[in-house]
């Protein structure tokens, strides 16, 4: 069989499906990547080859421009509302009538079996209706943007789908969630379970985390764009909360260009060069992360107790839901995630109240009791044939 | 995962890596930068262990401009190739004590090691773990260095409790059993990958087109090492082959010489194997132990040219098998008039392409990766 991944052109969006395409290959399949060279590197560095369709996305054109001042996205926007949402929608629908056209080419040509794409490539479903072959779409995590999206998306795709033929805008014949069920938005809509595996690029294991902590450690990891959009100052706070903290370290990972930014962070504050979660994550005993999909589902498989501090989008509801599971703590406002002291203590409570712990690794066996990816290859493999029979 | 310091070395494991990772395990690849670089590339995590390795202060030392291995050593004897693979016997002896702190630290619960990697074996055996070897494809190695390895570590395995070096490991083998080389100990069979590298898809990669193509590729080593001339005479033996277009991956820095080749061969960067295999009708390649196990995955006849070591057994076997055809001489390899009449009973003879169905049927009959990380998994249990 031939599996075809389509992604948005983002890195982390395209991140969600490469466990999926591991267990695709490994059990004798052939998979292609396509997408903008966004999506072509983010592939490449996980092994996987691609087709460059079209040109670099810029998306954070649509972000720096309200950020005048110094303002966070956090500031500036804070939690989403219904009407972002839709904004959102507008364009990713519009994305996906641009790209249509040379995904379906590419289709034609390179013939798939079946299509999977991450949760905002609404392309997916619409080639894979126009080849009659199965597409499936993959969530990052906590979702709350399919189903709010859907009426948007639907309506901007209709006539598109019209002139293809279809007599309706098609849905994916199945959603992955690699979320646990009690963490998933108890409003969006069930979906077949895959277990997630860790992966968010490669790199080598640094000599700071071959050796087990002397003290609780806990890692700070904000993702690749919360550091570049004004968060020097967030940073701060946040080291500046150890300060003090006897018996706790902190790893933060910061792009070695920027180390300089903290060269008076407290002793007990350890800045390095971002570093493969899986790598480190295991050592550690509390999170302190952005809400960033990949970030929130490393830290819950390896059952570790979280603090959320979300920045845009679909990050608050990463927090919700981590508050909400009892594995963690979310800082919602702005103001709130710039205090130190606010900082310090939900980052005290992480480590010393054992109910978070407990939450954490109740989290961590719901992950572990879902099929692995390996697993999910067999029902992926069904939808491609009852397709193919018809 | 461990491997000796050469990307093809490594590459052999990757669809076992991925494998296991989809069933929801942890993969940690140890070794020198050279591993490191190839396990980045396919996108798995590593610890770097020791210095960059340097393989040609190894593979050139003594060649003279101009001129290739084969034409110094001439076709590898059973001798040379135990001679030649003692250098992974002393590298056993260098990194062992990094690597068992690394498993150790670590907390492994299986380890897998390439052909060359005796490492593997002796931390499984030190630690209670099963350790099982991975073949890169037609094994040439492995009879001939035998008794070389049990001899050159027994004092290394008894300074760590051990009665000797560990040869009842489990072995893994991607080899489909009629192009292995007879009387090795059967592995586990695991279906052979087509992967050595991630790219981008070429446009051209796409046409079907309109002549019978043939894939030209002689791995990473061969032209570095003097091979460039010899990729000159393959190329010429295109010239006039009608109803034939030849693809040849050449580094960009070579390419300078081939500007002047026939306007049926298409000079192309490196590209991974299984964007362009499917769409030819045969390979000409260095006996290199992965591009066979490609061919012989996509059944498609191949021409071997070995230069050294193993690749000499490679072209032995793809005759012996009937897949396709071999030259083993440095002066035939120069000569495109020998080159061309190969290509053309390659092409031509309806033989090697019924024995390349064969294999390919055979390749495609043995267990998926996925399937032997179950299996692997019941082993570490």
């Not at chain 1, 954070?60 to 950020?67: A, R």
């Not at chain 1, 895959?194 to 490669?202: D, M, R």
């Not at chain 1, 700070?220 to 080291?239: A, E, K, N, W």
Request: net charge negative; proline share 9%; hydrophobic share 45%.
């Amino acid at each position: 069989m031939r599996a075809l991944l389509l992604s948005t052109p983002v890195r982390t969006h395209f991140t969600t499906l490469v466990s999926v395409a591991w267990a695709l290959r490994a059990a004798g399949h052939e998979v292609l990547a396509a997408g903008s060279p966004d999506v072509v590197s983010a592939a490449q560095s996980a092994g996987l080859s691609a087709v460059s369709i079209g040109r670099p996305a810029y998306l954070l054109d649509s972000v720096t421009p309200m950020l005048r001042g110094g303002l966070r996205p956090a500031h500036a926007f804070g939690r989403p509302s219904p009407d972002a949402f839709e904004i959102s929608a507008r364009m990713w629908a519009l994305h996906a009538r641009y790209l249509l056209p040379s995904y379906l080419e590419l289709a034609r040509r390179w013939k798939p079996d079946l299509i999977v794409c991450e949760q905002l490539e609404f392309a997916g479903p619409i080639i894979a209706a126009v080849l009659g072959i199965p597409a499936v779409t993959h969530r990052w995590s906590v979702d709350p943007t399919t189903a709010p999206m859907r009426p948007t998306v639907a309506a901007l795709l209709a006539g598109l789908c019209e002139r293809l033929g279809l007599s309706e805008v098609p849905e994916p014949v199945a959603l992955l969630d690699p979320c646990p069920p009690q963490l998933q938005l108890p409003e969006a809509a069930p979906g077949m379970p895959v277990q997630f595996v860790p992966f968010n690029g490669t790199g080598s294991m640094p000599e700071w985390a071959s050796a087990p902590a002397r003290v609780r450690r806990v890692g700070v990891s904000l993702g690749q764009q919360t550091l570049g959009l004004h968060g020097v100052p967030l940073f701060r706070g946040i080291m500046s909360a150890f300060a003090g903290l006897s018996d706790v370290e902190a790893v933060v990972t910061v792009p070695p260009e920027q180390h300089g930014e903290f060269a008076d962070a407290p002793p007990n504050v350890r800045v390095v060069a971002p570093t493969p979660l899986e790598l480190f994550l295991p050592g550690c005993a509390a999170v302190v992360h952005h809400g960033g999909s990949g970030t929130l589902l490393t830290a819950t498989r390896y059952g570790l107790p979280q603090l959320v501090l979300p920045q845009m989008a679909n990050m608050y509801a990463v927090a919700d839901q981590i508050a909400a599971t009892g594995a963690g703590i979310g800082i919602d406002d702005a103001a709130s995630q710039d205090d130190p002291t606010a900082i310090r203590k939900a980052v005290l409570a992480l480590l010393d109240d054992p109910a978070y712990r407990d939450g954490a690794r109740e989290l961590r066996r719901a992950m572990l009791a879902m099929p692995t990816p390996a697993e999910v290859v067999a029902d992926l493999e069904a939808l491609a044939d009852r397709r193919s029979d018809r | 995962m461990l491997s000796t310091p050469f990307h093809t070395h490594f590459t052999p494991m990757v669809p076992l890596a991925c494998a296991l990772r989809a069933a929801g395990h942890e993969v940690l690849v140890a070794g020198q930068p050279e591993v490191v670089d190839a396990a980045h590339s396919a996108g798995l995590c590593t610890a770097s262990v020791g210095e960059r390795f340097h393989a040609n202060d190894v593979l050139s030392r003594k060649l003279r401009p101009g001129v290739r291995p084969l034409q110094v050593a001439g076709p590898a004897t059973p001798a040379m190739l135990a001679a030649g693979s003692r250098i992974w016997e002393m590298h056993a002896k260098y990194l062992l004590p990094t690597y068992l702190d690394l498993a150790r630290s670590w907390g492994a619960d299986l380890i897998v090691s390439e052909q060359m990697e005796f490492t593997g074996p002796i931390i499984g055996a030190v630690l209670g773990v099963p350790a099982v070897r991975h073949r890169w494809g037609i094994d040439a190695l492995t009879g001939p260095t035998r008794e070389s390895v049990r001899l050159f570590l027994a004092g290394a395995c008894e300074r760590l409790g051990l009665p000797g070096f560990p040869e009842d490991s489990r072995w893994l083998d991607p080899c489909p059993p009629p192009l292995q080389v007879p009387d090795l100990v059967r592995g586990i069979p695991i279906r052979p990958s087509t992967f050595n590298g991630a790219g981008e898809m070429p446009g051209w990669a796409f046409e079907p087109g309109s002549a019978r193509r043939v894939c030209v590729c002689l791995g990473r080593q061969t032209l570095k090492l003097n091979g460039i001339g010899l990729l000159r005479g393959i190329v010429a033996a295109f010239d006039g082959l009608s109803g034939v277009e030849a693809v040849v991956t050449v580094e960009p820095e070579f390419q300078e010489h081939y500007a002047d080749a026939p306007a049926n061969v298409r000079i192309v960067d490196p590209t991974p194997l299984d964007l362009i295999l499917g769409n030819c009708a045969a390979v000409v390649h260095h006996g290199g132990a992965s591009i066979a196990m490609a061919a012989a995955s996509y059944g498609i006849p191949q021409l071997t040219l070995p230069q050294f070591m193993d690749q000499f057994t490679v072209g032995e076997r793809v005759v012996a098998t009937g897949v396709g055809r071999s030259i083993g001489t440095a002066e035939q390899q120069d000569d495109p008039a020998v080159v061309r009449d190969n290509l053309r009973a390659l092409l031509d003879d309806p033989g090697h392409e019924r024995a390349a169905a064969d294999v390919r049927a055979a390749t495609a009959a043995m267990p998926s990766p996925a399937q032997v990380a179950g299996d692997l998994e019941r082993l570490a249990a």
